[in-house]
Nanobody, 122 residues
């Protein structure tokens, strides 16, 4: 129901755009989010975008560099990542929760995509 794509290898300072294709019902009353998990670390919150269209919610580590957006006509959520750093290397997951408002808690999200690997070389 959630299909993430767009990962790859990029040099530090470069950009990537991740996409998450979702079933249509996720675009009504679901908050969509991106998380990431680096090797040996816990999954961490990156960004969230409520179905109501309020201001997006970002982790401090990506604020000003990453942008989450939704394209309702395509049932797709994007994560545009600029000025990538080696510490951004991780598997990125899209997730959905049936609620308004972003949450940084992994446990608040019910649906998960399969993940897409982003590798940033220094």
């Amino acid at each position: 129901q959630l299909q993430a794509s767009g990962g790859g290898l990029v040099q530090a300072g470069g950009s990537l755009r991740l996409s998450c294709a979702a079933s249509a019902h996720f675009f009504s009353r679901y908050t969509m989010a991106w998380f990431r998990q680096a090797p040996g670390k816990e999954r961490e919150f990156v960004a969230a975008n409520s179905w109501r269209g309020g201001p997006p919610y970002y982790a401090d580590s990506v604020k000003g560099r990453f942008t989450i957006s939704r394209e309702n006509s395509k049932n797709t959520v994007y994560l545009k990542m600029n000025n990538l750093k080696s510490e951004d290397t991780a598997v990125y997951y899209c997730a959905a929760r049936y609620a308004d408002g972003g949450s940084s808690n992994v446990r608040d999200y019910t649906y998960w995509g399969q993940g897409t690997l982003v590798t940033v070389s220094s």
